[in-house]
């Protein structure tokens, strides 16, 4: 199972917007409506952002939005603010032998 | 509040074993799937096993299937991880994670650190 693929970097002003794609194949993203995507400061624990492609879990702000299209699912940051600047990764399921598989991971600079 | 605190982790050498702990609270245990994530030190995230509420399903990532065991003990409120044969490529920040809302992680504990090497 290879790691879904996302772009190592992004980049934005703040107040801009910003957004990163994650490219897997039919049997993962293509799949399934389960998309998932986690924000990660350093040396901090990961903090879930988006599930089922496009849901916020209850304290995430409506600025972080998730969408899919095909294999390839979005995650958009508006309004960028300094404390978004962190490592983003998506997950996705796979229903396969090997069920979750993560993205790459993409560093955020604001 | 819900949390998770891992141990467990340390030095061991190649070919050597280790068993983590989650200790779980703040929560129902027993109604969640749980799992286990890694992160190699500087690289990305890997999922490497979860388990059902009642621990009748588990399923592995193919790189530790037959060498790991993921495990829990809803009486305890904990889940566990054993690891047999370890190698270098194991090296990494064991987190666990709660299955909290539909294929995805919601609470995160801190990690414990494996290290492999002679």
């Known amino acids: 199972q290879s790691a879904l693929t996302q772009p190592p970097s992004a980049s934005g002003s703040p107040g801009q917007s910003v957004t990163i794609s994650c490219t897997g194949t039919s049997s993962d993203v293509g799949g399934y409506n389960y998309v998932s995507w986690y924000q990660q400061h350093p040396g901090k624990a990961p903090k879930l952002l988006i599930y089922?492609?496009?849901k916020r879990p209850s304290g995430v702000p409506d600025r972080f939005s998730g969408s899919k299209s095909g294999n390839t699912a979005s995650l958009t940051v508006s309004g960028l603010q300094a404390d978004d600047e962190a490592d983003y990764y998506c997950s996705s399921y796979s229903g396969s032998n090997n069920p979750y598989v993560f993205g790459t991971g993409t560093e955020v600079t604001v | 509040e819900v949390q998770l605190v891992e141990s467990g982790g340390g030095l061991v050498q190649p070919g050597g074993s280790l068993r983590l702990s989650c200790a779980a609270s703040?929560?129902?245990?027993?109604?969640?799937?749980m799992r286990w994530v890694r992160q190699a030190p500087g690289e990305g995230l890997e999922w490497v096993a979860n388990i059902k509420q009642d621990g009748s399903e588990k399923n592995y990532v193919d790189s530790v299937r037959g060498r790991f065991t993921i495990s829990r003990d809803n009486a305890k409120n904990s889940l566990y991880l054993q690891m047999d044969s370890l190698r270098a490529e194991d090296t990494a920040l064991y987190y666990c994670?709660?299955?909290?809302?539909?294929?995805?992680?919601?609470?995160w504990g801190q990690g414990t650190l494996v290290t492999v090497s002679s």
């Open positions: 994670a709660r299955e909290g809302v539909p294929r995805a992680s919601d609470y």
């Open positions: 703040g929560f129902t245990f027993s109604n969640f799937w």
């Open positions: 089922e492609v496009s």
